[in-house]
């Protein structure tokens, strides 16, 4: 299922970066340039399950796009960005407050998202974005509050302390938002939501978690302005 799944927004990015010789278009040329960021509201999908609250972390990086060609009212198009991402995990239990652990883990990440928008060339329209990502690991931190030792009995902390064993990270990405088109450049406002595939711990039989893998909701600006037309 994660194989096609995969494949599927392969495809569905080549489809719509590519010149369409075939189809009845009209083309475009477009390519714009920019910067965006935003803030990311994270978690951490484990199995066996570790009760957690969201985790706030920073987003932002540079964003590429090209426009091929609008089909009918379809502007279609590919997207590029290279960021730095703030993802992890915070860790909450109702019935012990004095206890606390958050694990921040800092990623380079790229996505490659199939852009696909209607509405006014200048002027606003409704986009949506999906596609692969990948993920290069930089350097994580933790930090732990309590007395876990004796007060957290029964509760999971095999992650606490715990090395991050793979530092690539690979999933699959889908957002929607405006873009307000003006003379002065492109202005995008987007929510977007990432789901990994991969795990950061390993996930053999003989580990302890058979899942352990990032999810994060992201909200974003980006601005970005035309090189080409």
């Keep these: 299922m994660k194989l096609k799944a995969t494949i599927g927004t392969l495809i569905l990015t080549l489809l719509c970066a590519l010149k369409a010789e075939a189809q009845i278009g009209d083309q475009r040329h477009e390519l714009s340039v920019g910067f965006g960021g935003g803030i990311n509201m994270n978690s ?10 969201n985790l706030m972390g920073i987003h932002g990086g540079f964003t590429a796009r090209y426009i091929s060609e609008k089909y009918f009212a379809m502007i279609c198009g590919a997207q590029i960005e290279v960021n730095f991402s703030q993802h992890g995990w915070d860790e ?45 690991l930089l350097s994580d931190s933790e930090k732990s509050e309590g007395d876990w030792e004796n007060e957290g009995y029964g509760l999971t902390t095999e992650q606490h302390g715990k090395p991050i064993d793979n530092k690539f990270d690979y999933g699959i990405a889908a957002g929607a938002g405006l873009e307000l088109r003006t003379r002065a450049g492109n202005f995008l406002l987007e929510g977007r939501y990432y789901y990994a595939l991969s795990d950061f711990y390993e996930s053999t039989k003989k580990d302890y978690f058979s899942r352990s893998a990032h999810g994060v909701i992201t909200a974003k600006l980006t601005y970005l302005f035309d090189l080409k037309k």
């Design 44 to 53: 951490a999908s484990f199995s066996p399950s570790i009760k957690q609250k």
């Design 92 to 136: 909450y239990y109702e019935d012990y407050p004095t206890l606390g652990y958050t694990r921040t883990m800092n990623y380079v990440e790229i996505p490659f998202l199939a852009h696909l928008a209607f509405g006014k060339e200048r002027g606003l329209q409704f986009f949506i974005h999906a596609g692969p990502q990948i993920g290069f």
